[in-house]
């Protein structure tokens, strides 16, 4: 099966190690790199060298923010699916992701199970040998 090509922007260690380790044990995935604040995220993303089938973004940064990353992120070339994985998954956050192009939303208190879920999903649609001939339409 395919692994995902995952990058990570999250500012705690103790989280995005333990969301690594998660991810990486339960998902085909790779993390192919990792950020604790919006500039150093955005240069990864705007580095050609670079590619990720999966961006995870938190919303509150160590400096900068996630709304402001997936707004910058907006004028790039398109990496793969953003989602967030957030605290603060609040209806009003919901919204301003989805008016971001954000493909989902996942609340860390709640939502692990199904973000493994989503990544499972999207590694499966990766796979797919028609997906690699590029005649797959979803």
Same mark, same amino acid.
């Given at each position: 099966?395919?692994?995902?090509?995952?990058?990570?922007?999250?500012?705690?260690?103790?989280?995005?190690?333990?969301?690594?380790?998660?991810?990486?044990?339960?998902?085909?995935?790779?993390?192919?790199?990792?950020?604790?604040?919006?500039?150093?995220?955005?240069?990864?993303?705007?580095?050609?060298?670079?590619? /990720?089938? =999966?961006?995870?973004?938190?919303? +509150?940064? #160590?400096? @900068?923010?996630?709304?402001? %990353?997936?707004?910058?992120? $907006?004028?790039?070339?398109?990496?793969?699916?953003?989602?967030?994985?957030?605290?603060?998954?609040?209806?009003?956050?919901?919204?301003?992701? /989805?008016? =971001?192009?954000?493909?989902?939303? +996942?609340? #860390?208190? @709640?939502?692990?199970?199904? %973000?493994?879920?989503?990544? $499972?999903?999207?590694?499966?649609?990766?796979?797919?040998?028609?997906?690699?001939?590029?005649?797959?339409?979803?």
């Amino acid at each position: 099966m395919h692994r995902l090509q995952t990058y990570i922007v999250e500012d705690s260690p103790v989280i995005r190690d333990n969301l690594v380790a998660t991810l990486e044990e339960l998902v085909p995935l790779r993390v192919v790199g990792v950020a604790a604040d919006e500039s150093t995220a955005l240069q990864w993303l705007q580095s050609p060298e670079h590619r /990720a089938e =999966l961006v995870i973004v938190d919303i +509150f940064l #160590k400096a @900068g923010s996630g709304l402001g %990353l997936l707004r910058s992120a $907006r004028g790039l070339p398109r990496q793969g699916k953003f989602v967030v994985f957030s605290n603060y998954a609040t209806p009003d956050v919901r919204r301003r992701c /989805a008016q =971001l192009g954000v493909d989902a939303v +996942f609340d #860390k208190s @709640g939502d692990i199970e199904a %973000l493994v879920d989503y990544c $499972r999903e999207l590694a499966a649609h990766l796979s797919d040998p028609l997906h690699e001939r590029g005649t797959h339409s979803g």
